[in-house]
């Protein structure tokens, strides 16, 4: 009997380093510093009623993703782990959410495009707000 407890503890013992450390991954690199980011977005002078957007910076580095929604942006993350996005020149890109069945294929393809994107400057300072106006024909 005593052998069994004596066991039990050694093995008790012996798994909590191991429990301990399992939480203790690497994350990774830290993301860099954002700055928060508003933006309307219309299509023919009209808000657009939804859509995906991402800011991928020209430079290395992790983009931001957000959607839009009557003409507004929202939830713009970088990496998915930080709200906002990393100061430096970017590529947007704007396209239909297809995500949804039965969705209505509103924005052109030539706005989904990072070779064909819209430039834009993420200032360390601000304000950071621009306006997409989106054509249908070019």
């Known amino acids: ?42 299509l023919d002078g009209q808000p657009l009623s939804k859509a995906l957007i991402a800011f991928s910076p020209e430079e290395p580095g992790p983009s931001s993703n957000g959607r839009v929604e009557a003409g507004q942006v929202l939830d713009l993350w970088t990496n998915g782990q930080k709200q906002g996005v990393i100061v430096g020149k970017h590529r947007v890109t704007i396209y239909d959410d297809d995500i949804e069945s039965g969705s209505i294929d509103n924005v052109p393809d030539r706005y989904g495009k990072i070779d064909g994107g819209i430039e834009v400057t993420v200032n360390k300072e601000g304000p950071n707000e621009f306006t997409f106006e989106l054509k249908k024909k070019k």
Do not use: E, H, N, R
Request: glycine fraction near 8%.
């Open 1 to 42: 009997m005593l052998w069994k407890q004596l066991s039990f503890t050694w093995y008790a013992l012996s798994a909590a380093p191991l429990i301990a450390l399992a939480g203790c991954g690497d994350p990774g690199p830290a993301l860099p510093p954002t700055v928060p980011v508003t933006a309307t977005v219309t």
